[in-house]
């Protein structure tokens, strides 16, 4: 019989899922891109990814549902494998084809955008399916451990024997063993997902569960506060000081790019890779900028930030901060501590779960359950701007602000949702796995995924969790001394710092504040000199 309640609960998900992605979407967007018709093939692909995303995490209470208190009549194995292949598409076709074609979109200097769209795919594609075929038929095996019986006694017809003692009666011993199987090709789509999946989620998501608490409560000991007149002026002019600088250097990388556009060889890759990181550095400073002269505006003429946004940031840094403890909690007394000591039964959050389960408070279990892993989510777009911003030359930041993102930078941090979802799922199954007993994932992640050869060692061993624990700690206390980032500056004295390195003087003063060491002149001159 079809559990008409799950049916209609999963209806109900996806239509607020896909609800609030349309309400993200429209909150980080640019102006110029809010017109329904402006670019409307890659909003719907933000949109229905998110929402992808949103289920992917999901999946495990519905397979719960599912499974207890007897089995249901949905096929949660074809459900699982179709959605790990549509994930699977999304991140090596779909995002990807959008994202080349949003960066070469009014690109003037790119004349055949459709022939430069399709030959990144292809390569991204031969690359991709090179390493799945060639890795598929000497890492598809798994080793499962199981116990061999030998049976050697004869039982009477007409003896009854409790099911739990039918081994122990009929059989003299058993011996640990392992059963060789070769795992279908989805089971191991699914195992080479969850593999590159973490290694994302261990760096930003241990980043960002310390970053995105410490965040919102310095958003609120930095909201921008009253100024006067001449503080705003001089404010004022110092950024205009720092952007006429950071035009000038845009119109010298502009320059440095097109001198190496043809260069071949090592030595113009090197070139190249120099002039990507100090783009990314500028495109930092520019960031810095924009965000500095915002909130200068909302000093000025909105006499400060909001009361009520303030408290607000606060309360969320709080609840975050919470949530995050009670992560590493978990993962202590869940994962670690009953892989020190097997004979451990500890529970927490997933005592919570079940406890909604079984006293008839289905949704609200869902409910938590789909906070706490959409929170992870949300680390990873946090810890991938914070290492962004910190180590630079890797790749370029994608901030998501207000109205001011644009389609790429989304789609880029869309794909960074998109990979690691499926690290969070097998994460999720790991870390509940008393809620999550009997279930199709189960059979999926623990029974399989766990024990395939190459895999197990880090999924067995839980590997990626300790790292991702370690990552925590360590951004935890890089954090707290060092809890601004370069980007991050006040209207204040500590903002004169960055304004210094910009425009390339020791440092600057403010009115009314003198200088200690009495060069506060010296650098005005200095600053004065750097824009003529």
């Not at 019989?1 to 996806?14: C, E, G, Q, S």
């Not at 500890?346 to 609200?364: K, M, N, R, T």
Request: neutral net charge; glycine residues 6%.
């Amino acid at each position: 019989m079809v559990d008409a309640f799950l049916l209609i609960f999963v209806l109900v998900i996806i239509g607020a899922a896909f609800f609030a992605n349309v309400k993200v979407l429209m909150y980080y967007q640019q102006p110029e891109d809010s017109g329904f018709g402006s670019s409307i093939f890659c909003k719907g692909i933000i949109v229905f990814s998110l929402t992808l995303a949103w289920m992917l995490n999901i999946l495990l209470p519905v397979d719960v549902r599912n499974s207890r208190p007897r089995p249901g009549v949905i096929d949660m194995k074809v459900v699982w494998t179709t959605a790990f292949f549509t994930l699977a598409a999304f991140v090596v076709l779909v995002v990807p084809a959008a994202m080349f074609y949003t960066e070469v979109e009014g690109d003037d200097v790119i004349k055949k955008k459709r022939r430069y769209v399709c030959c990144n795919m292809f390569m991204l594609l031969f690359f991709v399916v090179s390493a799945i075929a060639i890795s598929y038929p000497f890492l598809a095996n798994a080793s499962i451990p199981v116990f061999e019986y030998s049976c050697d006694q004869w039982q009477d017809g007409d003896d009854v024997v409790p099911p739990g003692q039918v081994g122990p009666t009929a059989c003299s011993g058993s011996e640990e063993t392992h059963l060789e199987i070769k795992v279908g090709f989805d089971v191991y789509i699914i195992a080479v997902l969850c593999f590159v999946g973490w290694l994302f989620f261990v760096v930003f998501g241990g980043i960002g569960l310390s970053a995105v608490p410490l965040d919102l409560i310095l958003e609120y000991t930095d909201r921008p506060k009253p100024i006067d007149e001449q503080t705003y002026q001089q404010r004022r002019r110092l950024l205009g000081q720092a952007a006429s600088l950071l035009m000038a250097q845009a119109d010298s990388l502009q320059g440095k790019d097109c001198d190496l556009a043809n260069g071949k060889g090592w030595r113009a890759g090197r070139q190249k890779r120099a002039v990507r990181a100090d783009y990314n550095k500028f495109k930092r400073d520019v960031m810095l900028l924009e965000t500095e002269f915002e909130r200068l505006k909302t000093s000025k003429f909105h006499k400060g930030e909001n009361l009520a946004v303030s408290i607000a940031k606060l309360i969320m840094g709080i609840l975050c901060a919470i949530m995050s403890i009670m992560w590493v909690l978990h993962i202590i007394l869940v994962v670690m501590i009953p892989q020190l000591d097997p004979g451990s039964d500890i529970q927490f959050l997933d005592a919570i779960f079940s406890a909604c389960e079984g006293s008839g408070l289905y949704p609200l279990g869902v409910a938590l359950f789909a906070v706490f892993t959409l929170y992870l989510l949300a680390c990873v777009v946090k810890g991938c701007l914070k290492f962004g911003m910190r180590i630079f030359f890797l790749f370029s930041i994608h901030p998501m602000r207000h109205q001011s993102t644009p389609l790429n930078s989304i789609l880029f941090n869309v794909e960074m949702v998109l990979i690691t979802s499926a690290a969070v799922c097998q994460f999720s199954q790991t870390a509940f796995r008393d809620y999550a007993r009997l279930t199709d994932a189960e059979v999926i992640f623990s029974a399989q995924v766990k024990y395939m050869s190459f895999y197990s060692f880090f999924f067995k061993n839980n590997i990626f969790i300790y790292a991702l624990l370690g990552f925590f700690v360590l951004a935890l206390i890089y954090l707290l001394v060092k809890p601004r980032d370069n980007a991050d500056f006040r209207p204040d004295t500590k903002a004169d710092k960055q304004l210094a390195r910009i425009i390339g003087v020791k440092s600057l003063g403010l009115p009314g504040k003198k200088d200690k060491k009495s060069k506060k002149d010296k650098d005005l001159d200095e600053a004065a000199a750097a824009l003529a």
